[in-house]
């Protein structure tokens, strides 16, 4: 019923910036909170930021001060422009957000098919 579609990933060399976009679309009533989470090889899905229907944030400690988050409420969309990137922060980026589909209906949570981000050294 809801899908959300992720962009912008890609290789970049360290110290070198890349936005992620995502865009949800389907039956959508409401949005409230939207995020990133992120993968790397043989780690389980780690947080990386998070960000409110009112535009209050939450990053990791490992990207507070080099990634941002923002979203466009009207488009429905989230971003994520990340600086100075590191081989560290390379993984799969998911975006997800918790979206009521009717009025008075639940909040379901609903997950990107993920965008990889390669950092080389």
């Known amino acids: 019923q809801v899908q959300l579609v992720e962009s912008g990933g890609g290789l970049v060399q360290a110290g070198g910036s890349l936005r992620l976009s995502c865009t949800a679309s389907?039956?959508?009533?409401?949005?409230?909170?939207m995020g990133w989470y992120r993968q790397a090889p043989g780690n389980q899905r780690e947080l990386v930021a998070t960000?409110?229907?009112?535009?209050?944030?939450n990053y990791a400690d490992s990207v507070k001060g080099r990634f941002t988050i923002s979203r466009d409420n009207a488009k429905n969309m989230v971003y994520l422009q990340m600086n100075s990137l590191k081989p560290e922060d390379l993984a799969v980026y998911y975006c997800?957000?918790?979206?009521?589909?009717?009025?008075?209906?639940?909040?379901?949570?609903?997950w990107g098919q993920g965008t990889q981000v390669t950092v080389s050294s």
């Open positions: 997800t957000c918790t979206v009521r589909t009717t009025a008075a209906g639940p909040e379901y949570r609903y």
């Open positions: 389907g039956k959508i009533f409401s949005i409230n909170a």
């Open positions: 960000i409110t229907s009112g535009g209050s944030t």
